[in-house]
């Protein structure tokens, strides 16, 4: 399996304007070796074309890139997985589109739901989460640090993630809670600048 960073950084302009490549390759330049594009509104051709050119930097970069929700648009073009969400395809199909190399993210929101993608056959890793309430995922309940916690103690063997609303000012709190890789969105995409923000969230994790 593809080696997973600490860092797990979210290539998701939000509300910024950011183009997604040109913040793409900004990550990648602030040390962001694990990438995941994430354009819910975006439409498949539109999809399609930025994976590819997020493809291509990543690979230059050395990094990992995976594509939310779309294990077409993975194989297409040639990511090195998907991320699925509770309701998106289940993960034996995902595989059946992917075949039998590119990695698969699990999300989940709850000890039962950790617990299932912890076991569950053909996902990779999971992220647990949101640990904190945020407008990434609105309507969606904190599960506080109890999550990463129980995770830590029952899947210590087990690749995963914490995730949601973790800024740099509460990363001390989210490893302390056991984790060892966080998922980072607002903190580093709506920055200011965005390299510096990644490259400083990098740094503490190494």
């Known amino acids: ?33 694990l990438l995941q594009l994430r354009l819910k ?25 995976l594509v939310n929700d779309r294990p077409d ?13 509770q309701d998106d395809l289940p993960v034996a199909a995902a595989r059946r589109i992917l075949g039998p190399g590119p990695l698969i993210g699990r999300s989940s929101h709850s000890p039962d739901q950790s ?5 569950e056959p ?3 890793y999971f992220c647990a989460g949101p640990l904190w309430t945020t407008p990434t995922k609105p309507g969606r309940p ?11 103690g029952q899947h210590p063997d087990r690749p995963w993630f914490a995730i949601g609303g973790i800024s740099l000012d509460r990363l001390d ?10 998922v980072v ?12 923000a990644t490259r400083a969230f990098a740094r503490r994790l190494h």
Do not use: C, K, N, Q
């Not at 648009?73 to 969400?85: K, N």
């Open 115 to 119: 617990d299932v993608a912890a076991a």
């Open 142 to 152: 904190a599960t506080g640090l109890g999550l990463p916690r129980h995770v830590a």
């Open 173 to 182: 709190d989210v490893l302390a809670a056991g984790a060892t890789r966080v």
């Open 41 to 65: 509104e975006a439409t498949s051709r539109e999809l399609l074309r930025v994976a590819e050119a997020i493809r291509s930097h990543a690979r230059a970069a050395g990094a990992v890139f």
């Open 185 to 196: 969105v607002r903190a580093i995409t709506e920055a200011d600048d965005p390299a510096a």
């Open 73 to 85: 648009i993975a194989r297409a073009v040639d990511a090195d997985g998907v991320h699925l969400g």
């Open 1 to 33: 399996m593809l080696r997973l960073p600490p860092l797990y950084a979210i290539v998701d302009p939000l509300d910024t304007g950011a183009d997604p490549v040109e913040l793409a390759a900004a990550l990648l330049a602030g040390g962001a070796r």
């Open 122 to 124: 053909g996902v990779d």
